[in-house]
């Protein structure tokens, strides 16, 4: 009688460990968006890698209601909606914070949003389509058994559009017709699904890629992958975009489309900065001294304000609202957002320098605030630009705060 008892239990444990590991097998890798059906829009959403949140797996919500259970690392799905509103935010995931994705879509367009989980964190942000197709290129569609909503699409249709059957001819359908019908049974759907062909992953052709700066020493960034630019770096094909930057010189930013087999050789000539023209002044004219005039005190300015451009996506006004909070927490997350999205948009980092030297000597002992004063330098020593160095510097030197002198020193050695 126990050895029976046993043997169930092992057997229900194979049972369960392969319906699970059936459950969580991914489908093929992604290679070209689907076209929307008529009167709809298409959303994509991927999860980006963190390496120390892999083995996480939250769900993801549109408009407060459930898609996806749950949405594996390096995993997307494509979802049809109807044109207007949508907020995206994870499934209730323990105690992390949350920065949802807000987006509106109009009909017979395709949009990406990419989700990104951290440590104690989890965001949605929209992606640019190229960027988004690129990285989705190392995706995988999410299983079947995740889908919790009928909108979203997954199967063969989510990877490319299905071709028209052939018409057949007459006798073709007639012959047909007079053939007896297979004796086997059809396969229960879950089968079905399991078995159903996964599309092999493409041969790549590498790409190499060379760029001869002028000056010779200036600083070459690929800005959208982490491996470091080297002359003739191995990259796949794609869109990439390049950053050149040198002292004295204004940066050059360029995308580029890297094609199979291409090997690339670029010249890139950086533009000096013009020298601030110093007015000369006359010599003086000895004259006789008057009676000194009292000295008066000139007023306090208080700062700029910045004038916002009106070109700014929904993301973008989001992140300087963000940014001009008086909420601590409200700041830091303005400054994850140009960290990790928008460190070439001038207005936003110009935004992002000002707070930082308004605020960075106030609530010294406020941890949650010398936080977000931390990660605004890190945003600006993110812009790989030479003029927000006098900000780190008068930060590292004057800061009441020793961890906050220590992280923009920090910042400033990577700017």
Known sequence: MLRRLRTSLVISLLIGMSFLAGCSAPGPKFTKAISPADGKAIIYVYRARFALTAGELPGVKLNDKVIVSSLPELNYFPIAVDPGHYTFTPKLFGIYGTTPGELTVEAGKTYFVWMRMEIGHIGFYQADPDEAMNYMSTCYLLNA?????????????????????????????????????????????????????????????????????????????????????????????????IDVSAPGYKNHVEWITLQKGEKREMQVVLEANQPKKVAVQPAPVPVSKPAPAPVVAPPKTEPVALKAPQNLSPEQQRCARHLQSDSATDIRTGAKSVYYRHSGNSYLTTLAEQVLLENYNENISDNMHIDAMAWLCKALARTGNDRYRNTLETVAQNSKNRKLRGYAAKSLRSL
Not at 182 to 210: D, G, H, R
Not at 215 to 223: K, S, T
């Open 145 to 241: 058994g995740f889908a919790k909503d009928p909108r979203v699409l997954i199967g063969t249709a989510a990877t490319a559009p299905a071709e028209a059957p052939q018409e057949e001819t007459a006798p073709e359908a007639e012959k047909k017709a007079q053939q007896p019908a297979p004796l086997t049974a059809p396969a229960p759907a879950s089968i079905q699904a399991a078995a159903e062909p996964v599309e092999a992953a493409p041969v790549i052709t590498k790409t190499q890629l060379f760029i001869k700066p002028q000056p010779a020493d200036a600083n070459i960034r690929i800005m959208n992958i982490k491996p470091r630019f080297e002359q003739g770096i191995v990259l796949t094909p794609g869109r990439y975009k």
